[in-house]
């Protein structure tokens, strides 16, 4: 083999590796899922505190939908824990937990809050 087709090989070799992957999209009933808790949490009328201050449902419910299209595009969402304990549980940036009050009721976090409302889902 001469150098210009070995050199060829190589890079053909190479680009091979650059290739990006192609994600998939969650399962038709992950996602399903997922919007039921998404939208699920903007009706709750609950406060929910992220970072050291407290949101309303509303602007949680945007904020959680952002994290689930970004883990979506890198396709780290293949069940609906995965996206709640992925993004929904703590801070990607502090790593600080994220918690739930509801009507005047003591704060939870919203882990077991969301894994709640899934099982109930799940149980219809």
């Given at each position: 083999?001469?150098?210009?087709?070995?050199?060829?090989?190589?890079?053909?070799?190479?680009?091979?590796?650059?290739?990006?992957?192609?994600?998939?999209a969650?399962?038709?009933?992950?996602?399903?899922?997922?919007?039921?808790?998404?939208?699920?949490?903007?009706?709750s009328?609950?406060?929910?505190?992220?970072?050291?201050?407290?949101?309303?449902?509303?602007?949680?419910q945007?904020?959680?939908?952002?994290k689930?299209?970004?883990?979506?595009a890198?396709?780290?969402?293949?069940?609906t824990?995965?996206?709640?304990?992925?993004?929904?549980?703590?801070?990607?940036?502090?790593?600080?937990?994220?918690?739930?009050?509801?009507?005047?009721?003591?704060?939870?976090?919203?882990?077991?809050?969301?894994?709640?409302?899934?099982?109930?889902?799940?149980n219809?």
């Amino acid at each position: 083999m001469n150098v210009r087709t070995m050199a060829g090989a190589v890079a053909m070799s190479l680009s091979l590796l650059v290739v990006p992957i192609a994600h998939s999209a969650p399962s038709t009933e992950v996602q399903v899922e997922i919007s039921f808790l998404l939208g699920y949490i903007e009706g709750s009328g609950c406060e929910f505190y992220r970072n050291g201050s407290w949101y309303n449902s509303k602007a949680a419910q945007a904020h959680l939908r952002e994290k689930y299209k970004y883990m979506a595009a890198r396709n780290l969402i293949s069940t609906t824990e995965n996206f709640i304990d992925g993004a929904a549980t703590e801070s990607s940036l502090t790593g600080q937990p994220y918690a739930v009050k509801c009507n005047g009721f003591k704060a939870i976090s919203s882990n077991k809050w969301l894994h709640d409302e899934l099982a109930r889902l799940r149980n219809y």
